[in-house]
C-alpha cells in the first residue's frame, strides 16, 4: 500500500447485506470503491455485536482493494494475531479501548498491518498526539460509535488540529460516521482523506441491481470536487 492523500471512500459493509456479504463486496468495489470497511464490536466496548476473524477471514476472499478493520472492542491486543492471519491490512484499535495503546500500535505493525487509532467525538485531538509516529492511520469518530445510520457530530475542529499534528506523516485521516454529500465537504476541507460511508453508499441498491452503490459514491465525491 503506497501512501497517497487522494480522497478515498471506504463503504462499511455493516450496512450491506448480511446474506450476501461476498456478493456485496464485489459488488461496491466493481462500483468504485476504494477500500472495504469492517466494523466489528464486541457488545461490550460498544453496545453491538458483530463479526469476528473467521468472518473477516471469509471478507477477504472477496476484498481486492484494501480491508480495513476497525476494532470496537476492548481489550484488542489478544486479537491481533488473529485478524492479521484474517487478512487484515489496516487494523484500527480506539484509544480509549485500553490504557496502553501505544503498546497495542506497536503490536499491529509487529504483526504485519498498517496501524490505525481511533477517537471517540468526547476524546480530543491531543490523545493521539505522542503516538504519530506509531501510527498510519487517525479514525475520527463522527458518530459515537456502536450502531450504523447515526446523526453527524461535527469534528471539523478536531480533524483540522489532527492535519496540523500531522504534518508530512504518511498518516491517513479517516472520518467514520453520519458521511453523506452534505457533510463530506465539511470534512475534506479540515483535512480528512478517507471518507467511511455505510447507508449513504448502500441505500438504493442492491447485489442484483448495484448501480445505486455507484451514484451514491459519485454524489459524495462530487459534493467536494473529488
Request: glycine share 10%.
Amino acid at each position: 500500500m503506497s501512501f497517497d492523500r487522494s480522497v478515498k471512500i471506504a463503504p462499511s459493509i455493516l450496512s450491506a447485506d448480511f446474506a450476501n456479504f461476498g456478493q456485496e463486496i464485489q459488488a461496491v468495489e466493481a462500483q468504485g470503491a476504494d477500500w472495504i470497511h469492517v466494523d466489528v464490536m464486541d457488545g461490550h466496548f460498544v453496545p453491538n455485536l458483530t463479526f469476528g476473524p473467521p468472518a473477516v477471514k471469509a471478507f477477504r476472499k472477496h476484498v481486492k482493494t484494501v480491508m480495513d478493520v476497525h476494532l470496537m472492542i476492548a481489550p484488542v491486543d489478544p486479537y491481533i494475531d488473529a485478524f492479521a492471519d484474517a487478512g487484515t491490512d489496516i487494523l484500527t484499535a480506539h484509544v480509549e479501548a485500553g490504557p496502553h495503546i501505544h503498546r497495542t500500535l506497536q503490536a499491529i505493525r509487529a504483526a504485519g498491518m498498517k496501524a490505525g487509532v481511533a477517537l471517540n467525538p468526547g476524546t480530543p485531538a491531543q490523545a493521539v498526539e505522542h503516538l504519530l509516529d506509531l501510527t498510519d492511520l487517525v479514525c475520527v469518530m463522527t458518530v459515537n460509535p456502536g450502531f450504523g445510520g447515526q446523526k453527524f457530530i461535527d469534528m471539523t475542529d478536531k480533524v483540522r488540529s489532527l492535519r496540523a499534528m500531522i504534518g508530512d506523516r504518511p498518516v491517513h485521516i479517516e472520518i467514520d460516521g453520519g458521511v453523506t454529500p452534505e457533510t463530506a465537504p465539511l470534512v475534506v476541507e479540515a483535512g480528512a482523506d478517507v471518507l467511511v460511508a455505510g447507508s449513504a453508499v448502500f441505500k438504493g441498491g442492491s447485489v442484483q441491481n448495484p448501480a445505486p452503490y455507484g451514484e451514491n459514491m459519485r454524489a459524495i465525491r462530487a459534493s467536494f470536487g473529488g
